[in-house]
């Protein structure tokens, strides 16, 4: 296994970092430094970071932002806003996004600068729950709501299982445990429905609860701790 990938698996640094950190000679296996990206490893080996990596490591940001509508999560084009916007300098230019929310969703959009922390709610191996409000232009038939919760083909791939409750009017809870692009709204469109609004109102245990619209809030760590915030969108 290469070095940077056990890096990841292992929780000791993103692969991002192990790469940084191998190029600058702040990693060692079985007490020797390393500074080849190919290194391969076993788990037997003994791989540790260096010093000043490990304060690096402890320089860790996580956010919590309210997205409105009409900003991109990333790569915006022309004209576009980026959420990342909505946050002070000093941190916006520190983290990334942990995933995506598009432009015509609102809701709960989480940064860090922790890539490790990142890749676990990210990706799909971990299954972690994303709940959302949506609210349609109709009715979902309890029949579409057994289809959704056996799992429907979307652009060729059978989605996993949504669960799907109504929690008053036309809005409706949706848990997913993937995050493929654009989903809920491929899947009400696929049987007949509309989105009107969409709103992230979770991320596993991470829950947007009353912070605002447009408003971010600072953690301590993804593991508890009091919360710095809310606050209002850089200017």
Known sequence: MRLQKYCSERGICSRRKAEEYIKKGWIKVNGEVVTELGTKVENKDKVELDPRAEAEQKEYLYVLLNKPVGYVTNLPQKGEKEAKELLPKDIRDKVHAVGRLDKDSEGLLL???????????????????????????????????KQYAAGI?????????????????????????EGKNRQIRRMLNSLGYNVVKLKRVRIAEYRLESLPIGKYLVLPSLTGGRARGPYPPAP
């Open 111 to 145: 940064f860090t600068n922790d890539g490790v922390a990142a890749n676990r709610l990210s990706s799909p191996l971990y299954q972690h729950e994303k709940e959302y409000e949506v609210t349609v232009d109709r009715h979902i038939s309890n029949e579409a709501i």
């Open 153 to 177: 083909t979307i652009l060729g791939i059978k989605t996993k299982p949504v669960e799907v409750k109504r929690i008053g009017g036309m809005t409706y809870r949706f848990i997913l445990r």
